[in-house]
């Protein structure tokens, strides 16, 4: 009998925000060190803010995975 949750899909959801993340920050790094105006600040702040959402979001599942494993392990225990 298996109780415990498998928090590997929220993991690898934060993977994915904190790799979204150092994408746009490269991004934004290279236009400036280069001079160059071909980065858009406001959309690359928009893929910040879904990843930052993204991440949030995963951390919550993983809270509330956490506190049901809580709850079974109380019930169970």
């Known amino acids: 009998m298996r109780y415990m949750i498998d928090f590997s899909t929220p993991l690898a ?3 994915s925000a904190s790799s979204a993340v150092d994408k746009v920050a490269a991004k934004v790094a290279k236009g400036s060190f280069e001079g160059s105006d071909s980065v ?3 959309s690359e702040m928009v893929m910040l ?4 959402n993204d991440f949030k979001a995963n ?3 993983i809270q509330t995975e956490d506190d049901i494993n809580k709850s079974l392990l109380n019930i169970v225990g």
């Open 13 to 15: 959801g934060m993977e």
């Open 40 to 42: 858009d600040l406001s």
């Open 49 to 52: 803010m879904q990843a930052q």
């Open 59 to 61: 951390t919550k599942v």
